[in-house]
Nanobody, 126 residues
Framework: VQLQASGGGMVQPGGSLKLSCTGF????????VAWFRQTPGKEREFVAV????????EYSDSVKGRFTISRDNTKNAAYLQMTNLEPEDTAVYYC????????????????????WGQGTQVTVSS
């Protein structure tokens, strides 16, 4: 499945952005959805994951308390609300999804996901 990530842009430190992930096919509620980010020369980094109905969420320590992952199963969409953004959050953000029965909190590696969006650039700079 080819997903579409959108909503990136340039903001000042302390600002907010909301990313969206769409393009799901089939039964969206069967998918665990995650967000990753990547900067040049570095590996893709786990940001957050959400379970099939949204009842369980997990975050990396670097974004916990500032980012919120959510989903709307009636719209086949997932979101990443980012607040209090820092220059260190600058990266290309990717959404990923996997139709799986595995525990979502264990799915923190890019290799756990077979469906990806194309990435959206987030730049935090004054």
């Amino acid at each position: 499945v080819q997903l579409q990530a959108s909503g990136g842009g340039m903001v000042q430190p302390g600002g907010s952005l909301k990313l969206s992930c769409t393009g799901f096919q089939g039964t969206f509620a069967n998918y665990v959805v995650a967000w990753f980010r990547q900067t040049p020369g570095k590996e893709r980094e786990f940001v957050a994951v959400i379970s099939w109905t949204g009842g369980l969420t997990e975050y990396s320590d670097s974004v916990k308390g500032r980012f919120t992952i959510s989903r709307d199963n009636t719209k086949n969409a997932a979101y990443l609300q980012m607040t209090n953004l820092e220059p260190e959050d600058t990266a290309v953000y990717y959404c990923a999804a996997e139709s799986t029965a595995a525990n979502p909190w264990e799915l923190r590696n890019p290799s756990d996901y077979t469906s990806w969006g194309q990435g959206t650039q987030v730049t935090v700079s004054s």
